[in-house]
């Protein structure tokens, strides 16, 4: 049976099982069993990611692969068709035969990617001569260490690799703005110069600044795909009102919504006196790491609310008064606390719950917050979990999919980007991949707007689905078999972080054309210039404005511009 | 279950090292703040922009700066 899994193997790729030779993918424990099976330093070996491996093998190599007990599997390589990235054509950046339909290319402008880490290996990030078109870079994961150019020539040439990108995402991100031409993708300002920050996801408006100040009088926009919910959702927490000061007439941050539209991760509800609700919700359990989750709700000073967090043994802890923290240690520990959030008038309840890392099934399963409203004049909750992936809400009429876009995006001082899906299929190195999304709808992570406090968030929808851009070499995602092309260091996912480079990338080409541009007169552009779906509104909380249209946009920034129009 | 009932604060005054971005209360400057915030121990003080301050300190150092200032921790980004 194991010489027919060989022969099959070796038939797959069209070779004979005696002599021939087959591109293999192998997936396998260690290192060790790779390099046992087909010999170390085989030519045509290569490591992709941690367990995932890419070689040219004969039949005997195949079989003794196939022998080890910890080579978890090993396929064929998938013949696959180039499928070109829809990006460019969906957003006018491309007309006919490929041609791009403005002249502006980013010369001269400075793209800020605040994210995992870069593979400066990749050609996206080099020029035609072979030359970084990296401005600076700064790693928040390693002491805030900072690099020059010539620093980071040096450290990618002798395999220091400064400001690596073991995940892979940072990589994909930064070449969507502003990739050079590769593997016929190309980034949206290809001229453009980067500043990149490899970030600790925790100092973020650290790295803006970072950013800002490196680029000094040049026109510089900043891509921030990332988020929390940890908050109030209107635009007053420090990092969204620094933001606001830190943007002004060339200097603009780009942050994407947000995936959490169907993540159960938001409850919100207007309460008139003596209504009550409650939500049930689940803590997950996470790899490697205790459960718990941390929450915030948030209501108007000049309504009363009461409530209570009810334990999955059933135990009722009703919320302090304001201004105190009631702590419950043991095993399980619970913080509930209430306190006077001056900034938004609002009254504040944060309850955090850390388990111990073997809890029981059942202690994760069935937790319950209740509030009741007994004074109403706003009449407004809403609650959030710190980030996705901690706890899920039970699905009832508390749970909204509206006001789930995520923070800093909600700030003042930024654009927010939500994802539409502008192509359905990819090649990858499991072979040609189809997905039965429908090209044009909302992507189906897109998060919703508006922001708690009403505000017209996101602004603009760019394509954030299936995006094929630059591959990290040995990344955590370079591993991924129907995802990753490897041969071509291509890689294919979605998100708004997708969504947001796009959005970046045309900032920089309208920076270009005009240096001085302010975050208003970019959203009045945008709101004037982008495509809406027949019948839509002049902003819709799924798409913002709209999709996106580079040729319409440069094209009104020629034309008058009415500066300081407000979006709320 | 036991419970211990003690001020809302938006950090733990117990913890170890806290990343916090400080904004100084009206009568307060920048400088004041971050000396404040030096003095207690405080490490990569740093001002970002007029009435931002971002620094990494103890739970018991903003104790003492926080009649001075607001104290705000700063949240953890996930990719999107």
Redesign the interface.
């Given at each position: 049976m194991e010489i027919a899994r060989v022969a099959s193997v070796m038939a797959d790729a069209g070779a004979a099982p005696s002599g021939d030779v087959a591109s293999v993918l192998i997936e396998a424990q260690d290192d060790a069993s790779v390099y046992e099976s087909v010999g170390a330093g085989a030519n045509g070996v290569e490591k992709l990611a941690t367990g995932f491996f890419s070689a040219t093998v004969r039949g005997e190599q195949a079989r003794k692969l196939i022998d080890n007990p910890n080579v978890r599997r090993i396929e064929t390589k998938k013949e696959s068709t180039p499928h070109l990235s829809a990006v460019q054509p969906e957003i006018r950046l491309t007309g006919a035969g490929g041609a791009r339909t403005v002249t502006e290319d980013g010369s001269g402008v400075l793209i800020g990617v605040i994210?995992?880490g870069f593979d400066l290996s990749h050609p996206a990030f080099r020029d035609s001569s072979g030359k970084l078109r990296v401005a600076g870079l700064l790693d928040q994961t390693n002491g805030?260490r900072e690099f020059t150019t010539a620093q980071l020539e040096t450290g990618w040439a002798n395999g220091s690799n400064p400001g690596s990108d073991e995940?892979g995402?940072g990589t994909h991100v930064a070449s969507i703005a502003g990739g050079t031409r590769f593997h016929n993708l190309e980034g949206v300002a290809p001229k453009a110069k980067f500043l990149l920050v490899k970030t600790d996801?925790?100092?973020?408006?650290?790295a803006v600044?970072w950013t800002f100040q490196k680029a000094g009088a040049a026109p510089c926009a900043v891509n921030m795909?990332?988020?929390?919910h940890?908050?109030p959702h209107d635009g007053t927490?420090?990092?969204e009102?620094?933001q606001e000061?830190?943007t002004g007439p060339g200097k603009i941050i780009v942050v994407?919504a947000?995936?959490e539209r169907d993540d159960n991760i938001h409850i919100g509800s207007r309460f008139t006196a003596g209504s009550s609700q409650e939500a049930v919700f689940n803590i997950l359990r996470r790899q490697n790491q205790t459960p718990g989750v941390a929450l915030t709700a948030w209501y108007s000073q000049s309504d009363v609310f009461e409530g209570a967090l009810i334990t999955p043994a059933g135990?009722t802890?009703p919320l302090?008064a304001?201004?105190?923290?009631?702590?419950?240690?043991?095993s399980t520990q619970?913080e509930i606390?209430?306190?006077l959030y001056p900034l938004g008038n609002l009254v504040?309840v944060?309850i955090v719950i850390d388990l111990p890392f073997n809890a029981p099934p059942l202690a994760l399963r069935n937790w319950k917050l209740r509030f009741n409203c007994t004074q109403a004049s706003v009449g407004r909750l809403d609650s959030w979990f710190?980030?996705?992936?901690f706890a899920v809400f039970h699905d009832s009429p508390f749970v909204e999919r509206a006001r789930t876009v995520?923070?800093v995006a909600t700030g003042k001082g930024c654009l927010a980007v939500a994802s539409h899906i502008d192509r359905v299929t990819w090649d990858s190195d499991g072979g040609d991949q189809q997905s039965n999304l429908v090209i044009g709808q909302i992507s189906p992570f897109s998060s919703v707007g508006p922001s708690r406090d009403g505000r017209q968030k996101p602004e603009i929808s760019a394509p954030g689905q299936f995006v094929s851009a630059a591959l990290a070499k040995g990344s955590n995602l370079a591993g991924l078999t129907q995802r990753a092309d490897n041969a071509n260091r291509v890689l294919t996912i979605e998100?708004?972080?997708m969504s947001?480079p796009v959005m970046t990338g045309v900032v920089a080409l309208m920076l270009q054309k005009k240096s001085t541009l302010t975050l208003a007169d970019i959203r009045t552009i945008l709101q004037n210039t982008a495509r809406r779906d027949a019948n839509a509104p002049t902003w819709d909380p799924n798409f913002g404005f709209g999709k996106v249209d580079v040729a319409a946009a440069i094209a009104a920034i020629g034309m008058t511009i009415s500066v300081g129009a407000p979006t709320s | 279950?036991?419970?211990?009932?003690?001020?809302?604060?938006?950090y733990s005054p117990e913890a170890a090292r806290l990343?916090v971005?400080v904004?100084p209360l009206p009568g307060h400057s920048d400088e004041e703040v971050a000396t404040a915030l030096r003095n207690c121990g405080a490490e990569?003080v740093?001002v970002?922009?007029?009435?931002?301050i971002?620094a990494q300190a103890s739970g018991a150092c903003l104790q003492q700066v926080e009649d001075i200032a607001?104290i705000?921790p700063?949240?953890?980004?996930?990719?999107?």
């Open positions: 994210d995992t805030n995940n995402h996801f925790r100092n973020t408006a650290n600044v795909s990332l988020g929390h940890f908050g927490t420090s990092e009102r620094l000061s830190l994407s947000g995936n135990q802890l302090p304001i201004g105190f923290t009631d702590r419950f240690p043991g619970i606390s209430r306190r504040q944060q710190g980030n996705s992936g995520g923070m998100g708004t972080s947001a | 279950m036991r419970k211990e009932t003690v001020p809302a604060r938006n990343d971005m904004e990569s740093q970002l922009a007029p009435g931002f971002s607001d705000h700063k949240p953890d980004s996930q990719p999107h």
